[in-house]
């Protein structure tokens, strides 16, 4: 969803997904500048190397800019721990993103998936 600020640019809202063996990496971003959404895919990539967590056989990378969906994505990552970026939700005037890890069998995975 894109939201108009006082005084800003409005904010679009992403989901941005890459498959994993075993899951997904799984990044939720809310910028002005649609280059940013590849910066945070990079990040993601790089978080799941580091963790050696390989790719899976075909790495797609999936980008969905979010109408209502942002308020699910919002949900699950509280429901799953994610109580820290909450509070920066609210003070984001011009970029935010969270990454976070699922299980390929875990529900909420299926219901991020649905989204693009």
Do not use: C
Request: hydrophobic share 40%; aromatic share 8%.
């Amino acid at each position: 969803m894109t939201k108009k600020r006082k005084g800003t640019t409005p904010l679009t809202h992403y989901l941005v997904s890459w498959p994993l063996i075993g899951g997904h990496v799984h990044g939720y971003v809310m910028t002005a500048e649609r280059t940013d959404v590849m910066r945070v895919l990079e990040v993601m990539i790089e978080a799941a190397e580091k963790r050696k967590i390989p790719p899976s056989l075909v790495p797609v990378a999936l980008i969905t800019p979010l109408d209502d969906g942002w308020q699910l994505v919002r949900e699950i990552i509280s429901a799953n721990g994610g109580s820290g970026p909450a509070a920066q939700w609210t003070k984001a005037k011009d970029f935010h993103y969270t990454v976070f890890f699922m299980a390929q069998d875990h529900p909420d995975n299926r219901r991020l998936l649905d989204l693009h």
